[in-house]
């Protein structure tokens, strides 16, 4: 049973370029999050996807978007990067409905934007 | 607005002694409450949940939680640490069943020989 996936694994960008991230989430979980964990710092709630839509958004400008598939995995898109965007962005997926909500997190994508 | 509040932000202790992280929350009604740890360069790895029920919950590797609501506090506590306890550890609060959650900053665990 695969848990979350996420790709790439480490990413360099430069200062107003655009990145894409990818997320599958585990087998079963028809919902995915998004976090962006700067250094030192707890994870920050972006956004979460459910039916292929976004339902729930952090404090977080428009230059985040995402994207969920008919297979459920997701991506997630931040336009005109920002040296503070540089961070581990983690997914975590879950089941909309059940006995356990709770979220399972993948690996993470580091960014780093020079 | 919901918080969480871990007020230590790194804490040492031998190897075998006791260790207990604390974690205040704020929210306005019973909240899901959760403790994650986070090894250097990893993910998250959910230790605890408390959704309802007994406020004493139990586990994996040994730790165990206590829900407090009088105090609004969420306490991970673990009898004998071992050196590979040693991470980065994050209480959260889960909000609208687990939609938005929210994070403390972390209480970064060392474990000396």
């Known amino acids: 049973d695969a848990g979350v996936t996420q790709s790439p694994t480490h990413l360099i960008k430069t200062r107003g370029q655009q990145v894409t991230l990818r997320c599958s989430p585990k087998?079963?979980?028809?919902?995915v999050s998004w976090y962006q964990q700067a250094l030192g710092q707890g994870p920050q709630f972006i956004f979460q996807y459910y039916e292929e839509e976004e339902r729930q958004r952090g404090n977080f400008p428009d230059r985040f978007s995402g994207h969920q598939f008919p297979n459920y995995s997701s991506e997630l898109n931040v336009n005109a990067l920002l040296l503070g965007d540089s961070a581990l962005y983690l997914c975590?997926?879950?089941?909309?409905?059940?006995?356990?909500?709770?979220?399972?997190f993948g690996p993470g994508t580091r960014l780093t934007v020079t | 607005a919901q918080s969480v509040t871990q007020p230590d932000i790194h804490i040492t202790v031998s190897e075998g002694a006791s260790l207990e992280l604390r974690c205040n929350y704020s929210?306005?009604?019973?909240?899901?409450l959760f403790w994650y740890v986070q090894s250097p360069g990893q993910g998250l790895q959910l230790l605890l949940k408390?959704?309802?029920?007994?406020?004493l919950v139990q586990g994996i590797k040994g730790f165990e939680a206590e829900f407090k609501r009088s105090q609004s506090s969420f306490n991970l506590r673990k009898p004998s640490v071992h050196w590979s306890d040693a991470a980065e550890y994050f209480c959260?609060?889960?909000?609208?069943?687990?939609?938005?959650?929210?994070f403390g900053a972390g209480t970064r665990l060392t474990v000396k020989p």
């Open positions: 975590a997926s879950s089941l909309v409905e059940g006995r356990n909500p709770e979220q399972y």
């Open positions: 408390y959704f309802s029920g007994d406020t």
């Open positions: 929210y306005g009604a019973t909240p899901y």
């Open positions: 087998s079963g979980h028809d919902t």
């Open positions: 959260a609060v889960g909000v609208s069943r687990v939609r938005d959650m929210r």
